[in-house]
C-alpha cells in the first residue's frame, strides 16, 4: 500500500491506496499541531512503514520537511510530486508550470477522468478557479481571496470589525451578519461570473461545475444543480499520478 499525503496550507491529510485501488478514509492534521508527529504515529496508516510514499505540498519549507522526516522515521520512502507541463493527458495552461501549485495539478488529473469539459474550484486557504476541456487541455485559471481572508482584511482594516462576525444569511439586518453575508457572495459571485465565462467560451451551457477544499461544502446549497462534490480530488489525482510512476 502506498501513502499519498496533501498538504496544503493549514492542514495535512493523510490516504493509503488500497489494494483494490481505492483511497483509505482520510486523515487530516493541522500543519501547526504542536503533537504532529505524535498524532501521524497514531493514525494506523502509520504502521504500513516500508511501503511507497508521494507527498504533494504547497506548505512552506519548514512545515513541509517536518513532514517528510516524521514519514521518513515511520519507514517510508518518500516521493515528493511537482507540477509537470503534461501528464495523464492533462497539458496545463502555464508556459512555466513550477509557478502553478501542484494541488491545482493534481486535482485537474482526476477531474480529467471524467473526460468532459469542466470548471474545477478549490475553496481552501485560497479559492482557486480552473477550466478544462475534455481533451485534456487546461484554459488557465484565477487565484483570488476566500471568506476567511476577506474577514482578516476587513478586520485589519477596520478596527471596529474585529471580533464583529456573523453568520451569512444574505440581506442582514445587523453588522456581524452583514459582513459575513458579503465575504460570503464575493466568493459566489467570482465562482458564477466564471462559470458563466466559461460555459460561454466552451459553448457549452450546462458546463459542469466540480469543486472540492476544506471550506467547499457551506457553499454547495447557493451553486447550480450541475455541481459536484469531490473533497478529496487531490488525493484521487495523486493517486493516478502515483500509479503512473510506479510503472516507469
Known amino acids: 500500500m502506498s501513502l ?5 496550507n493549514t492542514r495535512c491529510k493523510f490516504a493509503l491506496v488500497l489494494a483494490d485501488g481505492t483511497l ?37 519549507a519548514e512545515v513541509t520537511k517536518k513532514i517528510e522526516i516524521a514519514v521518513a522515521s515511520a519507514g517510508f520512502q518518500v516521493t ?15 508556459q ?17 477522468r471524467k473526460k468532459q469539459s469542466l470548471l474545477y474550484v478549490s475553496v481552501g486557504s485560497a479559492l482557486t478557479v480552473d477550466l478544462l476541456e475534455a481533451s485534456g487541455q487546461h484554459r488557465g485559471g484565477m487565484i483570488t481571496a476566500t471568506e476567511i481572508i476577506i474577514r482578516h482584511a476587513m478586520e485589519n482594516r477596520f478596527a471596529n470589525f474585529r471580533d464583529l462576525w456573523g453568520s451569512a ?66 488525493l484521487e489525482g495523486l493517486a493516478l499520478w502515483a500509479g503512473h510512476l510506479e510503472t516507469l
Open 80 to 94: 515528493r510530486i511537482k507540477t509537470q507541463a503534461e501528464a495523464l493527458g492533462l497539458r496545463i495552461a502555464y
Open 169 to 234: 444569511t444574505g440581506f442582514s439586518g445587523n453588522t456581524p451578519d452583514a459582513l459575513a453575508s458579503g465575504a460570503r457572495y464575493m466568493v459566489l459571485g467570482i465562482i458564477e461570473k466564471s462559470l458563466r465565462e466559461a460555459s460561454q467560451l466552451l459553448n457549452e451551457p450546462n458546463l459542469l461545475l466540480l469543486i472540492s477544499g476544506g471550506d467547499a461544502e457551506a457553499l454547495l446549497p447557493h451553486l447550480p444543480d450541475n455541481t459536484v462534490y469531490q473533497p478529496a480530488l487531490v
Open 4 to 8: 499519498l499525503i496533501d498538504c496544503g
Open 24 to 60: 483509505s478514509p482520510v486523515f487530516a492534521i493541522a500543519n501547526d499541531a504542536q503533537d504532529f508527529v505524535e498524532r501521524f504515529r497514531e493514525w494506523p496508516g502509520s504502521s504500513t512503514g516500508g511501503s511507497s510514499c508521494y507527498l504533494a505540498s504547497v506548505a512552506n
Open 96 to 112: 512555466a508550470p513550477e509557478q502553478m501549485g501542484v494541488d491545482r495539478f493534481l486535482a485537474l488529473i482526476a477531474a480529467h
